[in-house]
């Protein structure tokens, strides 16, 4: 047997070859999604997608660039992600056809957190790593949301217990931001996510094929074992129910 056989047959498998299963409705969800992100670009400008580059992330921007929708995608660069994280977001400005704008932290805050509590805090306590959240996530993505509208997001009900009554069109912050919050991926299923990326050939983070399902910051994100739930491998070292860095997490 030849060492390229062996070799071929050793290599793990992609993300697409392992998760790539389209539901029976997979049609009508993505009627429904062209839809709903065609009257939010419609009815509610100014309006952007927060892309963290994941892999729900990938498939809202790939439907925005083929649809010519007029929605924009920021990134949130905490000076934290990983390599391959950076290198997807290049290609990502480099090939989209809607702007792609990055945030990142005011650098003075991120010197001044390391300085007195230290690069490894956000171990130490819940509440250390959330002031490091808000420094690298929070304060960068109220920049990014400041005159808009409404925003875009890749939450699926799938993901987590905290994410299972996510609305496809959720005005819940209205009152208090005067924001509009769309998830066109709320009911889709990770094997549905995977099925678009695989039939599009959309490019995708490669830590997706290290079992990276969820990816944030490099310190705070690891692979899964199998039987982990999907977001166990984020801030993996505390309780299930604070895992929220607060770009989410509803008052």
């Given amino acids: 047997m030849s060492s390229s056989l062996i070799s071929s047959r ?3 498998a992609k993300a697409t070859e392992l998760h790539a299963k389209a539901s029976p409705d997979f ?3 993505l009627a429904e999604t062209k839809a709903l992100l065609s009257r939010a670009a419609t009815d509610f400008q100014p309006l952007t997608q927060a892309s963290s580059l994941g892999a729900e992330d990938v498939v809202i921007t790939h439907i925005i660039n083929r649809l010519r929708l007029d929605i924009p995608v920021f990134v949130l660069e905490t000076g934290a992600l990983h390599t391959e994280t950076l290198a997807l977001l290049e290609r990502t ?11 990142r932290p005011v650098q003075e805050a991120v010197i001044q957190f390391v300085r007195h509590k230290g690069q490894n805090a956000i171990y130490q306590s819940i509440d250390l790593r959330k002031e490091c959240c808000g420094i690298r996530k929070m304060e960068p993505l109220a920049r990014a949301l400041t005159g808009k509208k ?3 997001t890749g939450l ?3 993901q987590s217990a905290a994410r299972a009554e996510v609305l496809l069109h959720d005005e819940s912050e209205v009152a208090s931001k005067g924001l509009h919050k769309f998830n066109p991926l709320a009911q889709w ?6 099925h678009y990326i695989a039939t599009n050939q959309v490019d995708y983070n490669p830590l997706h094929d290290q079992f990276f399902p969820s990816i944030g910051c490099a310190p705070c994100t690891r692979a899964i074992s199998l039987g982990e739930e999907f977001r166990a491998g984020r801030w993996w070292w505390e ?4 895992k929220e860095c607060g ?3 509803k008052k």
């Fill in 239 to 242: 309780d299930e129910a604070a």
């Fill in 10 to 12: 050793s290599a793990p």
């Fill in 189 to 194: 299923t990770w094997g549905d996510v995977w």
């Fill in 247 to 249: 770009l989410h997490v």
């Fill in 93 to 103: 400005q480099a090939h989209s056809r809607t702007p792609v704008t990055v945030y």
């Fill in 150 to 152: 409404a925003w875009v």
């Fill in 156 to 158: 699926r009900q799938e």
């Fill in 27 to 29: 049609a009508a969800k």
